[in-house]
């Protein structure tokens, strides 16, 4: 099993930067994908940005040149650091561990953009 935790949600103003963290503990190896993706209030999930296990990064539209994820597989841990924040970024954010079949997520952190 493998369990993901998010941390560093929160209010901030539009404009500002969060820095969110995945945390992942269990049989997880540097061998999976981490994703980012989100959820606002009566919307269906969505990918933000994902990162394969060689590096490569992939990331939605709306979130290109403002986000940028990263990973230490060291620590088993996957970031997402966003900047130039807009009203319309505010959700929920899960974290994705996924490689062949298996995927799981975390229970998600709230990001709230407003003034």
């Known amino acids: 099993q493998v369990q993901l935790v998010e941390s560093g949600g929160g209010l901030v103003q539009p404009g500002g930067s969060l820095r969110l963290s995945c945390a992942a503990s269990?049989?997880?190896?540097?061998?999976?994908?981490m994703g980012w993706y989100r959820q606002a209030p009566g919307k269906q999930r969505e990918p933000v940005a994902t990162?394969?296990?060689?590096?490569?990064?992939y990331y939605t539209d709306s979130v290109k040149g403002r986000f940028t994820i990263s990973r230490n597989n060291a620590k088993n841990t996957a970031y997402l650091q966003m900047n130039s924040l807009k009203p319309e970024d505010t959700a929920v954010y899960y974290c994705?561990?996924?490689?062949?079949?298996?995927?799981?997520w975390g229970k998600g952190t709230l990001v709230t953009v407003s003034s």
């Open positions: 269990g049989s997880i190896s540097s061998s999976y994908a």
């Open positions: 994705n561990a996924a490689m062949l079949l298996k995927a799981y």
């Open positions: 990162i394969t296990s060689g590096g490569t990064t």
